[in-house]
C-alpha cells in the first residue's frame, strides 16, 4: 500500500475515464470542455461521464465524505456496502442456514437488490421492500464479512454495480473493491486509511454505544474485519496502485471532503487538458 509523508499521495499510473455510454438524454456530441468547468465551487460539466471509487477499511468515514463529494460535485452517490449488508439481512431474516451457501445467493438474486435513487442518500430495497432501516443493525454487522466473502455473491454484486454504473455514469461509489475489481478504469481513485484505534473511537461514536461497548472490544471487532475483507479470495481489500491514499486519522471530516474535492478537480482538470 502506497504510504508517504503528507499522507496523500498520487499513484504514478493514472489510467483513462472510464468508457460509458451516455444516456439519450444528452448531448451526442457536445463541445469541449474547458478546464475552467472543474474550477473550485462549481459542480462537473454535465454530459462528462466520471467514476470516482472510494475504498477503504470500515470506520475511515467513506460513505460520510463519499456522500458529501458526490453532493459538492453533482454525482451520484453509491454505497456498495448497503448491498452487501442487505444480503445478510435477508440471510439472517429468512433463517438461511449460513452452511447452505446455494439457497442464500439464490435468494439474493430473487430479492432484485436495487436502490431508490429519488432518495437522498439513495435507499436500497430487496423483493421492492425498502430494507434501510435493517442494514445497520448490530447483528447484520457481525453477519456481513462472512457473506461479503461468498464468491458467488460477490459476482452477483460486481455485475449489478458495474450496470449502476453504466445507467449513473457520473458516479462516486464506495466500499472495498471499487477501484481494485468493479470499476478498474475508474477516473479518479481513493483510498482512505486511519489507526484501528482512532476507527474503533468513531464507530463508537457514530453508533452511541459509549456506555456499552469499550474502546479494546470495538478496536478487537475491526481488526478481525479488516481482516475477513483483507483476506477473501475473491476482491479483498486492497489499496489499488493507481490510488490517492488519505489518512483520515489526520482530518476532520470536513478537512477529508475537502482533499477528495481538490484532489477530483485537479485530475479532472487534467484528463480535460490532455483531450
Ligand atoms: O462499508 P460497510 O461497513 O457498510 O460494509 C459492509 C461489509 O461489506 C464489510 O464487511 C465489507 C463488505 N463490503 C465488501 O466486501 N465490498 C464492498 N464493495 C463493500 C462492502
Known amino acids: 500500500m502506497p504510504t508517504s509523508s503528507t499522507k496523500t499521495q498520487q499513484a504514478q499510473t493514472p489510467r483513462q475515464a472510464v468508457e460509458v ?18 474550477c473550485a465551487g462549481s459542480q462537473l460539466p454535465n454530459y462528462q461521464p466520471v467514476i470516482i471509487t472510494i475504498d477503504g477499511p470500515a470506520g475511515t468515514g467513506k460513505s460520510t465524505v ?30 438461511i442456514d449460513p452452511d447452505d451457501i446455494g439457497e442464500l445467493v439464490s435468494l439474493v438474486l430473487g430479492a432484485d437488490l436495487h436502490f431508490d435513487w429519488q432518495q437522498d442518500p439513495p435507499t436500497i430495497l430487496a423483493w421492492d421492500t425498502p430494507i434501510d432501516h435493517r442494514i445497520r443493525d448490530e447483528d447484520v454487522t457481525k453477519g456481513v464479512s462472512f457473506v461479503a466473502a461468498i464468491p458467488e455473491l460477490r459476482h452477483h454484486m460486481v455485475r449489478k454495480q458495474r450496470v449502476i454504473g453504466a445507467q449513473h455514469p457520473r458516479l462516486v461509489t464506495e466500499g472495498r473493491d471499487q477501484g ?37 472490544e470495538m478496536c478487537e471487532r475491526i481488526v478481525r474485519r ?36 481538490e484532489h477530483t478537480r485537479e485530475r479532472i482538470a487534467s484528463l480535460l487538458n490532455a483531450d
Open 180 to 216: 481494485s475489481v468493479v470499476f478498474p478504469d475508474a477516473a479518479i481513485k481513493f483510498y482512505l486509511d486511519a489507526d484501528p484505534a482512532v476507527r474503533a473511537k468513531r464507530r463508537i461514536e457514530q453508533l452511541g454505544l459509549e456506555d456499552t461497548v469499550d474502546l479494546g
Open 66 to 95: 463519499a456522500r458529501q463529494l458526490a453532493l459538492r460535485l453533482g454525482l451520484d452517490f453509491l454505497d456498495t456496502g448497503a448491498m452487501y449488508r442487505a444480503a445478510a439481512a435477508i440471510m439472517i431474516d429468512r433463517g
Open 226 to 261: 479488516d481482516e475477513i475483507d483483507s483476506n477473501r479470495a475473491d476482491g479483498p481489500l486492497v489499496c489499488p496502485d493507481d490510488a490517492i491514499v488519505i489518512d483520515t486519522a489526520l482530518h476532520d471530516v470536513e478537512g477529508v471532503i475537502n482533499l477528495l474535492e
Open 21 to 38: 455510454k451516455t444516456p439519450d438524454s444528452q448531448p451526442q456530441e457536445p463541445s469541449k470542455p474547458s478546464a475552467a468547468g472543474a
